[in-house]
Every structure is written in C-alpha cells, then in structure tokens.
Nanobody, 125 residues
Framework: QVHLGESGGGLVQRGGSLKLSCVVS????????MAWFRQAPGKERAREFV??????????HYGDAVKGRFTISRHDVLKTVYLQMDSLQPKGTARYYC????????????????WGQGTQVTVYS
C-alpha cells in the first residue's frame, strides 16, 4: 500500500518562504513521477497544478503562477519530494497536495493515482 505524507505547511507573511516535504512509503519511489497540486479555499475549486518532476529527476515543469519562485526536487534515498516556495503571495493560500504516478509527469490531477492528505499554507499580507 502506497502512502504519501506531506509536511512543512504553515502561516507565512507575504514575501516569505516555506519548504514542503512529501515522504512516500510502501511503493517504488524511484519509479514515480511526483507532483504538487494546490486547492484554494472553496468547495468548487479545482486542484491547480503547481510543479512536477519525472522519475529520473531530469524533467521538471511548473505552473505559470509559480514559475521562477517555486522549485521542486527529489531525494530518492529518502523517498522524499520537496517544494521550495519563495516570494509567497496571499493568492498562494491553499492546501498543497503531493501526488505520484509511474515514470512521467502530467499536469492533470486525474492522471495521478496516489495522493497525500495535504498540508495547509496560509500567506498573509
């Protein structure tokens, strides 16, 4: 059984930084492409693509809203994917989820079969 556990969320002032972590257990981490999505408050909001990294780590993609400010990375020995978030803005307030699928990235949430429970990020002005 594959389990994804996010951590690192919290309350941060506008312009600040946070680093999210997602530890994967019970699966073949080295075979997974990993991604971060976020869901802003409001029941009808869709999960927005934030960043992804392929299984080898040499392919990365970012959503337009975070390009140049967020960095995704992975550590295969620790079975962990990270999201370094800099220059955070209030519109970045959301619950951040990590997700896994085999080998290659995708920017659609429905392409991912494994999800964590999320970690809340709140950015205040």
């Amino acid at each position: 059984q594959v389990h994804l556990g996010e951590s690192g969320g919290g309350l941060v002032q506008r312009g600040g930084s946070l680093k999210l972590s997602c530890v994967v257990s019970g699966g073949a981490f080295a075979d997974y492409a990993m991604a971060w999505f976020r869901q802003a408050p409001g029941k009808e909001r869709a999960r927005e693509f934030v960043a992804s990294i392929n299984f080898s780590g040499n392919g990365k993609h970012y959503g337009d809203a975070v390009k140049g400010r967020f960095t995704i990375s992975r550590h295969d020995v620790l079975k962990t994917v990270y999201l370094q978030m800099d220059s955070l803005q209030p519109k970045g307030t959301a619950r951040y989820y990590c997700a896994a699928r085999y080998y290659y990235e995708d920017q659609k949430p429905e392409a991912y079969g494994y999800w964590g429970q999320g970690t809340q990020v709140t950015v205040y002005s």
